[in-house]
């Protein structure tokens, strides 16, 4: 997340400081590689993050529309944002309620937390809007693509030729 941009170093502890406690799971079939999980329901002084925020609306693609659209036509694909609730951008005034630990110097600049409890309406929403925003530049078709084919970070098309 450091080398993708994700994170910046942390001004120093302040009265509006969140730190979000965090630990690194790993997956026997993916070796080397580490998925950070953020703990935004830990409590701290009767507090939890996940109180202090609204959902917000459910965004997310019905998994059976986004399967039926999928077996449409004769060739499919799937494709998939790595690390999708990262690439969301937090605005700066809200950076310090989502640094990551106490023993860290790392803020989340760029990083919307998975865990948080509005993290998938917020990506749904950045998603949705970046689809509406570049329908213009890249066309309706793929503009629709991100829009009504993902289920979360998973991408599923059909099409009636490879070409």
Not at 29 to 45: I, Y
Not at 121 to 136: I, P
Request: with cysteine.
């Amino acid at each position: 997340m450091i080398r993708a941009g994700c994170t910046e170093r942390a001004p120093k502890k302040n009265a509006k400081s969140w730190y979000i406690p965090h630990h690194g799971v790993y997956h026997p079939k993916k070796l080397g590689k580490v998925r950070v999980v953020f703990d935004c329901s830990a409590e701290f002084e009767g507090q939890l993050l996940n109180w202090q925020l609204l959902q917000g609306p459910d965004l997310t693609n019905s998994l059976l529309g986004v399967l039926c659209r999928f077996r449409q036509e004769p060739v499919t694909f799937a494709c998939d944002f790595e690390g999708i609730f990262h690439q969301v951008k937090v605005n700066e005034e809200h950076r310090d309620y989502k640094a990551i630990s106490p023993k860290t110097l790392w803020n989340t600049e760029w990083l919307h937390l998975f865990g948080v409890r509005c993290s998938p309406g917020c990506t749904n929403l950045a998603l949705k809007t970046t689809a509406e925003d570049n329908k213009r530049k890249f066309g309706t078709e793929t503009a629709e693509f991100l829009s009504k084919n993902f289920y979360v970070d998973d991408g599923l098309k059909s099409v009636k030729t490879v070409k």
